[in-house]
Each structure stands twice: as C-alpha cells, then as structure tokens.
C-alpha cells in the first residue's frame, strides 16, 4: 500500500484537473484556477513521494504523464479558449450554441477562440517527447507544462484580483492572447534547456542559483502577488540561458 502512495497523490491532481476543467468549461477560470494550483502541487510532491518511498515504476510514468496533459495541458487550452472568447464577445463560450446554429453563427467570432486548444495539443506532444528524452533527467529541454500551465491562469487571477482597466484592456486583446498562445506552444517544444528544481543536495554552494530563484520567486509573489508569475516565468527563461551548467 505503501508503494502506491505517490500514484494516489498523481491520481489527485488528475481529479484536480478534472474538477478544474469544468470550471473552466462553465465559464469559472478564478475556481478553474485555484483546483489546477492544486493540482500542480500535488503533481511536484509526487516524484518526490516515489523518490523517498523508493516507489518509481513506468505506471507511475505513464500516470503521470496523463495527469499533466489532463491539468496541465487540456485545461489551460480551454482558459485560453474562454479568455479569447471574453475577449471577442464578451461573454464565456457557450460550445453548445454555436454547434446547434450553426447556420446562423457562422462569424469568425464564434470560432476564433479554438486557437486556444493549440496550447492543449502543444503540451500533449511536448509531454510524449519528455517520456523518452534521456536528456532531460535534472534539466528540461522546452518550458515545462506546470510552468506554461501557471503563466495562461495568471491571466484570468490578474483580471479578477488585480487588474487596471488598462492591464485588463491589454490582456483582453485578441491579438495579445493569440501571441501568447503560439508563443506558449513555441516555448513548450523550442530546444531551449531551462534548469530544473528537484534537488540532489541541500548544499546551497550547489543550488545556489535554484535557492536564489525561489527566494527571489517568493519575494516577488508577496510584492505583486498574481502578476508576479508571468514574471518568474520570464526570469526562468532568462537566467537558464545565461546559467552553465543546467544539471
């Protein structure tokens, strides 16, 4: 029973995901939001279950790849679809509408939105590509799912908790959420290394860069709360690049 511990908590975040998608798909992103948080944590703690317990297997593997596409790949597809949609309706998308008139909802308007799913499909091929690249053990090649995952729900968290008219103007432009959109899904499979987070040692001469970029990811987020994560996003990006080496 033990041994199946780390595949409860992946079991989790897939109902976490599951629950968030509904959220989603109701028109719901802060709720959506909030349950995928969720999930992303528990997706981070269980590797680190299989480790201690010394209970790693290919169905943990594979379970956990599918988890990640359910929290982490579908569901921020469909946030992207309803933050399109607010933008260029102003309301949630309502799928059954447009698939029971369609003869008389045939503006581009109405389709538009499904752009978003791009990020679902990019996180699904960027997921099968890290199950058999022996590269990416203690670094990632590409934006890891998580972290493109936290950047399309902190749109919605900066809308609804603190957003300007202005910054709610610029994120609620088609064109800003259709660059980031394609530009997500370039970064989730560019040959771009970025460094990862698992800790081989406490030592911080070792991980000295892995504390200072928690630190610093944990001072911005108590200064600028939900805007402060497509920040850490971009710091992530940008010192992976100029950091030798990734492992």
Do not use: H
Not at 205 to 224: E, G, P, Q, T
Request: a neutral charge.
């Amino acid at each position: 029973m033990i041994k199946q511990i780390p595949n409860i908590i992946t079991s989790l975040n897939l109902l976490c995901g599951c629950v968030a998608i509904m959220f989603a798909v109701s028109g719901d992103l802060v709720s959506a939001s909030f349950f995928a948080f969720a999930g992303i944590f528990l997706d981070f703690f269980d590797g680190l279950a299989a480790r201690v317990l010394n209970a790693q297997s290919q169905v943990g593997l594979q379970l956990d790849s599918l988890a990640d596409v359910v929290t982490s790949g579908v569901l921020p597809g469909i946030v992207m679809v309803q933050l399109l949609s607010e933008a260029l309706t102003g309301t949630s998308l309502d799928i059954s509408a447009i698939f029971s008139d369609t003869a008389n909802n045939t503006s581009i308007e109405s389709y538009l939105p499904f752009i978003g799913l791009l990020i679902a499909v990019a996180s699904g091929y960027r997921l099968a590509k890290f199950n058999v690249d022996t590269r990416q053990t203690a670094s990632f090649i590409g934006l890891p799912v998580p972290a493109n995952t936290l950047l399309i729900l902190s749109l919605p968290l900066i809308i609804s908790f603190q957003a300007s008219k202005q910054i709610t103007e610029v994120i609620l432009t088609p064109w800003f959420l259709i660059i980031i959109t394609l530009v997500s899904c370039v970064l989730l499979n560019a040959e771009i290394p970025l460094f990862g987070l698992k800790f081989k040692t406490w030592n911080f001469k070792d991980n000295a860069v892995r504390y200072l970029f928690l630190i610093a990811s944990i001072l911005l987020l108590v200064v600028l709360k939900f805007i402060a994560i497509p920040i850490i996003i971009f710091l992530y990006i940008l010192v992976s690049l100029f950091w030798k080496p990734l492992d």
